[in-house]
Nanobody
Framework: QVRLVESGGGLVQPGGSLRLSCAAS????????MGWYRQAPGKQRELVAA???????NYADSVKGRFTISRDNAKNTVYLEMNSLKPEDTAVYYC?????WGQGTQVTVSS
């Protein structure tokens, strides 16, 4: 089991950028499937971006070209760089590693 702590959320204007971090309580070098999900009010949780167990990266169509997922195994951290943010990106963003979830961080895109 691994504990995950997300950070970096906040309020940003449309067109702005944020960088989310997900810090794990132990080494993630052996955890291939890690990613970011989000849940907007009244909607189901959905995939945003994730590393798969085969080593590839999946992005939701709605964020392709704007968001980038990366990981630093030495720091036990996964990142989500979000650019050109839109109001529809507003949600609680969750980190997932294997079957473990973080508590989430709120991202609000509004003028």
């Amino acid at each position: 089991q691994v504990r995950l702590v997300e950070s970096g959320g906040g309020l940003v204007q449309p067109g702005g950028s944020l960088r989310l971090s997900c810090a794990a309580s132990r080494s993630i070098s052996s955890i291939y499937a890690m990613g970011w999900y989000r849940q907007a009010p009244g909607k189901q949780r959905e995939l945003v971006a994730a590393f798969t167990s085969s080593g590839s990266i999946n992005y939701a169509d709605s964020v392709k070209g704007r968001f980038t997922i990366s990981r630093d195994n030495a720091k036990n951290t996964v990142y989500l760089e979000m650019n050109s943010l839109k109001p529809e990106d507003t949600a609680v963003y969750y980190c997932k590693a294997a079957n473990n979830w973080g508590q989430g961080t709120q991202v609000t895109v509004s003028s």
